[in-house]
């Protein structure tokens, strides 16, 4: 079964630019969450989806943030237009149960987005 | 607000030396509390979890964990280690009241180097 997979694995852009990153969730899993790891600080809940419903974006830092599901499968997650202080690492992960704290959260590798 | 303290950024052990790893949590009530694992490349990776019951738990690779509600600590245990246990561990939790509280907090991760 393959996990969940995040694309592209690194991103390098210009302040001003927009970035799309994308995640794929295991196949079946309802419910996707993104992540983000600024350098020397936590990993941070940014927002949940429950198929392609928005269940929960309160981590989400401002409205340049852009998460979608479009049918329930992938999520995008675009900058738009990126910070100097959006450079970090954005981990996806998804979970199959209804959205309880006891379902585990398969997480991806990780996009590393790099803004100059 | 909750958080989780690890209090080692970075380890240093030799191959077939013991480890521990500590975490910290401070919370209200007793929560549901994780360890993952990231190594270079991969994404993160459940160790193990607690919910209720035995203090003790065990998880993959021959980690354990022991949940001590008087000191709010979850430390991550393993007899021998292995130079492939070289990797950033990650302290989480989520509150235990159960129900949709879904959110990951995060410790800022210790990164483990095994020396041959």
């Known amino acids: 079964e393959a996990g969940v997979t995040q694309f592209p694995s690194h991103s390098v852009i210009e302040k001003g630019q927009t970035v799309t990153l994308r995640c794929d969730p295991i196949?079946?899993?309802?419910?996707l969450y993104w992540y983000r790891r600024v350098m020397g600080k936590e990993i941070k809940f940014l927002l949940h989806?429950?198929?392609?419903?928005?269940?929960?974006e309160s981590g989400m830092p401002n409205n340049r943030f852009l998460a979608e599901r479009t049918g329930g499968t992938y999520s995008t997650l675009k900058v738009q237009p990126a910070e100097l202080e959006d450079s970090g690492v954005y981990f996806c992960?998804?979970?199959?149960?209804?959205?309880?704290?006891?379902?585990?959260?398969?997480f991806g590798p990780g996009t590393r987005l790099t803004v100059l | 607000a909750q958080s989780v303290t690890q209090p080692d950024i970075h380890i240093t052990v030799s191959e077939g030396a013991s480890l521990e790893l500590r975490c910290n949590y401070s919370?209200?009530?007793?929560?549901?509390l994780f360890w993952y694992v990231q190594s270079p490349g991969q994404g993160l990776q459940l160790l193990l979890k607690?919910?209720?019951?035995?203090?003790l738990v065990q998880g993959i690779k021959g980690f354990e964990a022991e949940f001590k509600r008087s000191q709010s600590s979850f430390n991550l245990r393993k007899p021998s280690v292995h130079w492939s246990d070289a990797a950033e561990y990650f302290c989480?939790?989520?509150?235990?009241?159960?129900?949709?509280?879904?959110?990951?907090?995060f410790g800022k991760g210790t990164l483990l180097t095994v020396n041959p």
């Open positions: 919370y209200g009530a007793t929560p549901y």
């Open positions: 607690y919910f209720s019951g035995d203090t």
């Open positions: 989480a939790v989520v509150p235990g009241s159960g129900g949709s509280n879904y959110k990951l907090t």
């Open positions: 992960a998804s979970s199959y149960g209804t959205g309880l704290s006891t379902d585990t959260q398969y």
């Open positions: 196949s079946g899993h309802d419910n």
């Open positions: 989806f429950v198929k392609e419903s928005k269940q929960d």
